[in-house]
């Protein structure tokens, strides 16, 4: 298997986790890639680590940005950067199965599709299980999106040799929502695999996210950035509110046991 896949990961202020990120990337089971990391002008340590690794392995590329520009930003540079027929995303707190990428091509390629993605493991900072595993729809639609959205960056694979390259759209804090609803514009479905591939690492940060706002930005990705109507944007955040509420609601009971 030849295809090269390029995986792109931002970085900022991530020293105390990107090490492992990198580290389940070197460690998986299909080697040909190559992994681009652009560095939102961290003012930690993070540049000197990815730098060490970036020495050793000649399929590690960091970019390191010089001003701060927003995640968006740096991953769509990463985006403009890639190569190959096949685009994977990863975030610098998260952590990869060793089969995370050759089980998920050979679905891609056994299926012929362009778009697919990944369940996954849910476990606080120290990687200890937090929830149970997050286990993803069959397939999703442009119109399945639009209630909620199951797809977490770390899980996707792209077939970019066959759709092009799509970038995330300047739609704050949805910006991942925004992207795969535009994929899903120009294809049918994307498909999901049931099987969990990588760890999503809850950190302490999300324990206070002020869930009132999130709502607010999931409201203006439909009114502003879809265009939806006043009622078909506020009845879709509904859905969506209803929808994440049923995904983390042991999440929500653990925050609430925590106060």
Not at 83 to 108: Q, V
Not at 194 to 204: A, C, H
Request: with cysteine; net charge positive.
């Amino acid at each position: 298997m030849s295809d090269l896949v390029t995986i792109v990961m931002p970085n900022y202020n991530c020293q105390k986790f990107i090490g492992q990120a990198i580290a389940s990337v070197l460690n998986q089971s299909y080697v040909y890639w190559h992994l681009i990391i652009v560095d939102d002008a961290s003012t930690d340590n993070s540049v000197e680590i990815i730098r060490s690794y970036e020495k050793v392995h000649e399929r590690i590329e960091l970019i390191a940005l010089d001003k701060n520009l927003g995640t968006t930003a740096a991953r769509n540079i990463g985006i403009e950067k890639s190569k190959g027929d096949l685009l994977a995303f990863m975030d610098s707190d998260d952590l990869w199965m060793k089969n995370r990428l050759e089980k998920t091509i050979d679905f891609l390629l056994h299926g012929d599709y362009d778009f697919v993605y990944s369940s996954y493991k849910r476990a606080d900072e120290n990687l200890a299980p937090l929830l149970s595993d997050y286990i993803v729809p069959e397939k999703l639609s442009f119109k399945d999106m639009l209630y909620h959205n199951p797809i977490s960056i770390p899980s996707v694979l792209i077939r970019i040799g066959r759709i092009g390259k799509y970038y995330q759209p300047d739609v704050p804090k949805r910006e991942d929502h925004a992207l795969w609803l535009s994929i899903l514009e120009d294809i049918e479905y994307a498909y999901g695999i049931p099987e969990p591939l990588f760890v999503y690492r809850i950190r302490k940060g999300s324990l206070s996210r002020n869930k009132l706002e999130m709502a607010k930005f999931q409201y203006l990705l439909y009114r502003r950035y879809l265009k939806l109507s006043f009622c078909e944007s506020f009845y879709y955040t509904v859905h969506w509110a209803i929808n994440g509420l049923k995904k983390y609601r042991k999440f929500f009971c653990y925050i609430f046991k925590r106060k």
